[in-house]
T-cell receptor, first 112, second 115 residues
Framework: DAKTTQPTSMDCAEGRAANLPCNHSTISGNEYVYWYRQIHSQGPQYIIHGLKNNETNEMASLIITEDRKSSTLILPHATLRDTAVYYCIVRVGVFGNEKLTFGTGTRLTIIP | EAGVTQFPSHSVIEKGQTVTLRCDPISGHDNLYWYRRVMGKEIKFLLHFVKESKQDESGMPNNRFLAERTGGTYSTLKVQPAELEDSGVYFC?????????????FGSGTRLTVV
């Protein structure tokens, strides 16, 4: 799976949009971009994934650049409960390598 | 819909003892995964079941670890004998259909402490 690079930490004011960047310059054509988060000592929580097109669900939006070498996770109205470590993961999603390779992620802190 | 359930939530055992962790995936989910985070390191993949078959066990650290999924429902992960370096949090996850790029649902984990 392609390697990802994320900032170590970020702060965001409560109520503002949190934009978390991820670089995956070696991504292959059949690899998806996934975002998970881990809130304190809970299990990782799936947020969203995408292949080429931008995606939106009830939790977040995922913007993938046209060359697919980077992406941004957007939490539109951050709340204190969004404080967590966010992981950007690239993997083949269809009968391929099913492993999720967790890096160190971005520690997002929402400031009241 | 019930989530992924792991039992126990915490376990403290002495070095050399045996511990068995259990995971109940979401009903109907064919895929079951085990991951762990040890000593503040990154979360690492252990193995993947498709129904009752081991699809990928490349992450299992050594032969002291044995995972089973009899009947393709719940899974157990046995550590025998436990060593100090096995301390950490063990997560189980499940997804519905093999080959679909779905996200995984993780359980809350079992915190294992070996003393």
């Amino acid at each position: 799976d392609a390697k990802t690079t994320q900032p170590t930490s970020m702060d965001c004011a409560e109520g503002r949009a949190a934009n978390l960047p991820c670089n995956h310059s070696t991504i292959s054509g059949n690899e998806y971009v996934y975002w998970y988060r881990q809130i304190h000592s809970q299990g990782p929580q799936y947020i969203i994934h995408g292949l080429k097109n931008n995606e939106t669900n009830e939790m977040a939006s995922l913007i993938i650049t046209e060359d697919r070498k980077s992406s941004t996770l957007i939490l539109p109205h951050a709340t204190l409960r969004d404080t967590a470590v966010y992981y950007c993961i690239v993997r083949v999603g269809v009968f391929g390598n099913e492993k999720l390779t967790f890096g160190t992620g971005t520690r997002l802190t929402i400031i009241p | 819909e019930a989530g992924v359930t792991q039992f126990p939530s915490h376990s403290v055992i002495e070095k050399g003892q045996t511990v068995t962790l259990r995971c109940d995936p979401i009903s109907g989910h064919d895929n079951l995964y085990w991951y762990r985070r040890v000593m503040g390191k990154e979360i690492k993949f252990l193995l993947h079941f498709v129904k009752e078959s081991k699809q990928d066990e490349s992450g299992m650290p050594n032969n002291r670890f044995l995972a089973e999924r009899t009947g393709g429902t719940y899974s157990t992960l046995k550590v025998q004998p436990a060593e100090l370096e096995d301390s950490g949090v063990y997560f189980c996850a499940s997804s519905q259909v093999w080959g679909r790029p779905d996200g995984y649902t993780f359980g809350s984990g079992t915190r294992l402490t070996v003393v």
